[in-house]
């Protein structure tokens, strides 16, 4: 027979669905009431708010709760938490979202967007972020192109975070704090979701990593302009972006959606990336525009932008000891155009 104690036990540990705190933690189970002779137990419980979807959803959880434990029939009654519980919570919230990623002031968000795949768009923001970790600044990469997941193999990355606390730290490579989808799937496991749980990782990575006291964040978005790209434009009202193309046309028409995308959601734009802009022979130093030119002028023009950078194809030095496969030296040819493009953005990021 369930006794008052273990009706207290079993639902205290429930979430009040708008504090985000435990029933129990807000003594908001306010009476219980138990009919032995018909194994009938009634619960008054105090929520945020009454006459809510948040509250049907409570309440089925109450009743399937208590017929696991033996209950014949459930009787539930909401009330709202008292004025100074809710003050006091409002408060914590406040203070919580002073130390919060997406409410500080100090790190600047830079969404790194591309109209379509394969144009590069990884390669430019590990290159980038690195690039920028390279004049002293204090950046983190996210990988949120949780479908088609690269940064950990491109930077050469073979650990995986640790948790501390309630926190997951961060994996650090060429001084860039790093987390991405492939730390937590196995063996390269391919990624089925729907779009709300998408939003869910994504949402996961701002808050419960212990990012420190990080400049530039940057996001390696998804290409296209499909649910992750929506939710970073929700969660991120104030972010930058940095648009990746191809010279060819076909490439920067489609990159102009994305581009069009981010300035609809009042995001601004603070550059094109031209990349695989030319080949340039080692023998005879000529450059070949592989993929024609003029694209990433058109889309700069289009976005009321400009040009940041144009990276030529080529390939990062292999250093078999310290393997990072997409990584250029600071002293390569591509490098060093990248280092140009982050003192670029980081003067942009002044005015």
């Not at 509250?55 to 033996?70: A, F, H, R």
């Not at 994305?258 to 995001?267: E, F, I, N, Q, Y």
Request: proline fraction near 4%; hydrophobic fraction near 40%; charged fraction near 25%.
């Amino acid at each position: 027979m369930l006794t008052e104690e273990r009706v207290h036990e079993v639902l205290g540990s429930l979430q009040e669905p708008f504090l985000h705190k435990t029933l129990a933690e807000l003594n908001a189970i306010v009476e219980i009431k138990i009919k032995e002779e018909k194994n009938h137990v009634s619960v008054k419980v105090a929520i945020a708010k009454t006459g809510t979807a948040e509250q049907l959803q409570l309440q089925t959880q109450i009743v399937s709760l208590l017929k696991e434990e033996g209950a014949a029939s459930v009787g539930i009654r909401f009330t709202e938490l008292p004025e100074e519980v809710l003050a006091a919570n409002r408060q914590a919230q406040s203070e919580t979202n002073d130390t919060n990623l997406l409410h500080s002031k100090n790190t600047t968000f830079i969404a790194i967007a591309s109209g379509k795949g394969g144009v590069g768009k990884s390669t430019v923001s590990v290159n980038l972020a690195v690039a920028l970790a390279r004049l002293g600044k204090k950046v983190g990469l996210i990988d949120a192109d949780i479908y088609g997941f690269s940064v950990p193999d491109m930077m050469g990355i073979t650990e995986r975070p640790v948790v501390r606390g309630e926190k997951i730290i961060p994996v650090e490579r060429f001084g860039v704090q790093v987390i991405s989808m492939g730390f937590f799937v196995e063996d390269n496991s391919p990624i089925i979701w729907r779009g709300p749980m998408l939003g869910k990782m994504l949402n996961s990575f701002f808050n419960e990593v212990e990012w420190g006291d990080i400049e530039y964040l940057l996001l390696d978005l998804p290409p296209g302009t499909g649910d992750v790209a929506l939710d970073v434009h929700t969660m991120l009202p104030a972010c930058k972006e940095v648009i990746v193309t191809t010279p060819h046309p076909t490439a920067a028409f489609v990159a102009a959606r994305a581009g069009a995308m981010a300035l609809k959601t009042d995001h601004e734009v603070l550059g094109v990336i031209e990349n695989m802009a030319y080949f340039e022979s080692k023998l005879t130093g000529e450059k070949e525009y592989v993929f024609g030119q003029g694209g990433g002028d058109k889309l700069a023009e289009e976005l009321n932008t400009e040009v940041l950078g144009r990276l030529p194809l080529n390939q990062p030095d292999w250093n078999e000891e310290d393997f990072a496969p997409s990584i250029y030296q600071e002293d390569h040819q591509i490098g060093k155009i990248y280092l140009e493009i982050a003192e670029k953005v980081t003067g942009l990021l002044k005015k």
